[in-house]
């Protein structure tokens, strides 16, 4: 063995030695040590009064305009919106005022493509393929218009016409 293996080992051997010591002889007076258990011992509790707490955070919350503009966002947000930006129903846009705004939120119709082969015009709805005058799955809604931008259709039992954006994902 060469004088570098002989260190390597030297030092691996006394390593093993100093962890059996820690672990055999040093360990066991470190686990022994008692923690004194107290009987009879009162509990330190501070008692709080729930209602002088509620009062200093009211009063707290009505100094501050700031936190009265969070408050008031909060239980803005919370309250049911009447013209809900992200709501499916404010994709559809009705040119007429006859197609109900309930007819409008109960159908669900979403243009998600649109392809043109020389004068021929396909418009991809709710994953099925229309042309200008094909009628719908829907019954009562024929496709009237079809520009990459957007979809007509003519609801042909309310008599209204229905606008669908594009929708680009």
Known sequence: MSRREKIIVFIAFLTVLYGAYDFFIASPAKRSRRIPVVHNAVPIVKTVDTNKLVKEISDILQENETIKA?????????????NDPFSASNVLHS???KVSIGRMKEIKFIYSGYLEIGTRKIAVINGMDYQV????????YTVK???PSHVTFVDKKHGGKITVPFLAE
Not at 70 to 81: D, R
Not at 133 to 140: F, K
């Open 133 to 140: 005058g094909d009628e719908l799955e829907i019954n009562g």
């Open 95 to 97: 040119e007429s005022t």
């Open 70 to 82: 969070e408050a008031y966002v909060a239980m803005s947000a919370e309250k049911e919106w009447k």
């Open 145 to 147: 218009h079809i520009t």
